[in-house]
């Protein structure tokens, strides 16, 4: 070994041993004949301190930032204590060193506040791993890791290893495929996940599974997406969604606390997809702060089980006779929402121009934004004073749920766009008062959502979560007893499988699904009845998933599971939104690794042996 | 839930309690008016007695093997116990039952000695995975996995994930590679090892990193390796080659002890890489047993550093005055090897017959087998009476360690293969006599390995363990101070590198090699010198590895490691030679997994999407 202790370990309660440290120069700084060196490791720093009898030796072999060094010597109480870490009370009187390897001066320093650049960064990634910033990140990862790990292992769950050279079944995202060489013209496809593999370990009867493994997926690359990511994927057998949701809302709260020291005591909050949909414009939900969405007028045939908006008169649809108006913006709008700024009621003209045009970007896309001012004083002001009367202003805020002091912010049109427009404003919002603080965690069950999303182009159904989820129990008749099939794709809302809602369930940290799964199918007739609802044909289902309806026939128990995105989970208890940061070598937004210069071209040796050739468009 | 218990929880104790139990039919017993069923689950066998109450229900949905059940009842005392279950005291009066899933008949039964052969085994791995000695072995592989884990963790391990997409750099082993979709024409490599990653992440001051990982070559299946295989993969920075053997040895023995509760408190053997080969005839020598190789008469070149065997004099080759003989076959050989069979002496003619077809047969391919018998009186009686004297037999027999009641074997012939006949014949004696023993276990490091092999077909240098393994310390000058062109490739014996020692190592069990690793290079220059013997022009060191060439620059450690083949250590705690049956989903030797039917066709979508396509011979 060519240390005794680490650069982290040494404390006052060692002065006077003699011990031998080795690691990297992070300062040099000479006063007259003595010179101090900051030696840092991945336990931290100790300062070194070389006096005078070593001053030929040093100019001999000067050290540089990032030279590799092992210093042996005495460890020293020092007159001038650094109590900002660990190791300040001491310093170490080198008696011996040699420079272990010498560094070139780096692109950039090592430093905590200079990181060269994301370009840079990624070039030289190995020492951008060095940054304490990035190294914290690393280390919070692999605490995560070991959490699961435990909390899972103490729950009886086994890990099993799942294959990575598997079939094409496109279904959803895009494959990898691996061109084979000992079975020419076939290909294998990386995993986008273990779904099937786990179904048939329960099949098997392992009854509790886990992997924190790599999934794959060719997708062009959003912001902060990446070609391969990793999950925390679970499965259980004989149990039903309230299993499941225990179990794992205690996996998280084990990670807050083994990680965070955060003690997550209360059981997490539960909403139904539509009432996420109703009140914060989208699924994963930040309930971090309030400011829920007001309905004040909504489309009747999205949420059939809702009644009474402001605009809307019971279920009917007709206008609301009290707030009958000449404004055309909200009577012609297929729906209108609001939410209520708090505090924000003294907003100057210059804010909420600013607050329009932000709802104007093409990012948003709306026409435009109407406020009410709700006063400290109970009286109202509105940029639509000449269309509302102040008593049906305060109908509206009073529907928006507005305290005196708060902004009400009202967008409309269109639904969908409205929904997302209104949800983004509520978010900025919250950031620019400061509500979405970083070191506060809301988790969230969002349950219930629709088993089938229509994709009208194609007149067909699309799972909304995959394949190989159930529907509620109840509604299991629903789907074996009716044709998938429409006619009239614009009517797909009358058809029942519209209203089928699935046995899944996200989970929700912050405003960012850190999870998700469901209760999967069973039964061999409700999986063929799914790919056929798919579009899929007997052919095509049996040829793709031919081995999973094969398992059903053989005594599938009820079973369920699901999947965290463990690179987002680690993201967001590290306090970012960035995923990048939080594993060691990732990809860029080309799918490349630049540090490799990967992918790279291949040896026409390896395109003869595979039997491919490049077919560039 | 579907269950208060599992199928192996109830005891005694809970006689009298309403439990409900989940699992599968293992067998039906019907005695008159009453039923017992088995249930088993991944925890146990639970014996269900439905009483005559039950008996029209049963009737109505009766029960066949692997019907997927639930059931509620009283927890009885068994009248007819069973001790070989822990669950054998008792039985479930059941009082309700539901079927939870059919099964149809499985084509072979769940039982520990029924597969129904290895090709219905894996169509039907799901069912397989269901029998009692499979289960047992994916058991044990995670135990070992997560007593590795915390062994690792305990000592500062870091569990640090390394990409899979990477570049491909062909060195060694074929790669997988992947099309890359956004970087047309560009293709990714599946990592053989995340050997160049890990030495990163030393540069970067990671300083003690794991990963169980799962690694890829693209090989032409002998018996028993599959095209995906796992490793326990391990790096360390500020080492020495004693700080990775007791680490690591450390590593094993506390698997040892937590998988299979055995105390390996002695120190790990080491031998030299020559002394394997010297006293074993390969580089993984199974130390369960003794019978070591006698060289009577060994190649010069091939050990300069050994005398005297009883046909050579000295080191000068003339032949030793007191065996000369007219028997050419020792005279001509170029080298002469014996084992001493313990006990074997009294061997019929029969079976000394077939002894020597055995070493006839093609895979052995010897010309013949020379036997002495010592027998327990003291005289000798050997196959080769009449070229040598009873003291000349004696003399043979002495130096191959023989004791009275033993038989001697002796090969003879080209060095090469009379050496690997003569450790397959070790293996062979070792089996007959019971001496390789599944439960005993015993590890060998075995050091000093040649650094260079020479391939003298290419008339280059290969790296016997990887281009990124250091020489020992001492022998840095010999390889910087040389150059590596050999003129004629014939006399490269006479090169140094070919005396050069590597700073690696391998740790061997029973005969299989479990891991393997090396102090590493991490000096630029000495890399390059490395690659260059290799053969690699500096164009194509820089393509393939500029950026392990340019990390050393920026203050790389002094480093080390290895990897153990995770899967072939389960198999050996396991018992078995075969490691296929500890991974849950295999490839069969044509890397097929023909569960999945896979690999498979892709669409004409993926090949567009890819630009590529087929180039079929």
Redesign the interface.
Known sequence: ???THTCGALRIEQAGQTVTL????QTVRKFGSITFVDL????GITQLLFNESLNAKLDAQPLGR???VQATGTVNERSNKNANIPTGEIELLVTEFSI?????V?PFTIQDDTDGGDDLRMK????D??RNAV?RN??L??AV??SA?NYL?EHQF???????????T?EGA?????????????????PQSPQT?KQ??M?????RYYQIV?C?R?E??RADRQ??F?QIDCEMA???QE?ILQMFEGLVKRIFKDVKNIDYTEQVKRITWEEAMWNYGNDKPDIRFGMEIANLKFPKHAFPTRNAAVFNEGTNGAEHAALASDFSVFNSAETVLAIAAPGCSEYTRKQTDELTEWVKRPQIGMKGLVFIKCNKDGSYKSSVDKFYPETQLKALADAANAQPGDLVLVLAGNEERTRKATSDLRMEMASRLGLRKNDEFKLLWVLDFPLFEYAEEENRWVARHHPFTSPKPDQIEVMINNEPTIADASKYLEHPYSNIKANAYDMVLNGNEIGGGSIRI??RELQEKMFAALGMSEEEALHKF??LL?????????HGGLAFGFDRLCAILGGSESIRDF???P?NN????V?????????QK??K?????????
């Open positions: 070994m060519y240390r080795a690691g990297w120069v840092r490791d991945r336990y990032e030279f590799v272990l390897n010498k560094s070139a780096p030289y990634r190995f020492l791993l060095r190294k690393l280390e990862r692999y890791n070991r790990r292992h086994m890990d099993i290893e799942t294959p990575f050279l598997i079939k094409s496109p895009r494959d990898f495929v691996v061109p084979s060489r000992m079975n020419a013209g076939q290909f294998y496809a990386l593999f048939l370990l099949v098997s009867g392992y009854d790599k794959f060719d062009d690359l070609p391969e990793t004989f149990v039903e299993d069973y039964q031919g081995f094969g398992a059903f026939e053989y005594g599938a128990p009820p594993i060691a070598f990809k080309s799918g490349r690794d540090m490799l210069d990967a992918p790279g071209p291949i040896d390896q395109f042996e595979l039997q491919i050739k490049l077919d560039l468009a």
